[in-house]
């Protein structure tokens, strides 16, 4: 941990999960999951033009998704949930948002937790691609 760095930054990193990617997304929207859905937020998901990063978000997590999928956020966005990020109990759970309550509830999701939204909550994202050459 380092003093000064908030949460919703340092856990996504310390799970490989690149908050903007070049090509992917190039916007962080930050919120509390309490206060629920911003409109910027939904406009953000709804076009994949950026990554929300849900704070205080997993007992509310239910609701989100559904106002999420009601506004037209696509079902297959991906969502990465991070448990104790940053501790030797660091674990995430992923699923499409159509998915993620369900997947999050059969892992036994529990708070402290981060939550991911976007393109780049998805596990495949820095997989190299198989058809690349790298160079000598």
Known sequence: MIPGISSALAVPAAAGIPLTHRGTV?????????????????????????????????????????????????????????????????????????RVVEVAAAAGVRAPAVVVLGAVADAGLLEPAAHVTMAP
Do not use: I, Y
């Not at 990063?53 to 949930?81: D, K, N, R, S």
């Open 26 to 98: 190039g916007a962080v929207h930050v919120m509390n999951g309490h206060d629920g859905w911003s409109p910027a937020a939904l406009t953000g998901l709804r076009d994949a033009s950026c990554t929300v990063v849900v704070l205080m978000g997993v007992a509310v997590l239910p609701a989100l998704v559904e106002q999420a999928l009601a506004a037209g956020v696509a079902a297959t966005t991906p969502v990465a949930v991070v448990e104790s990020g940053t501790t030797q109990g660091q674990r995430v759970t992923r699923a499409a948002l159509a």
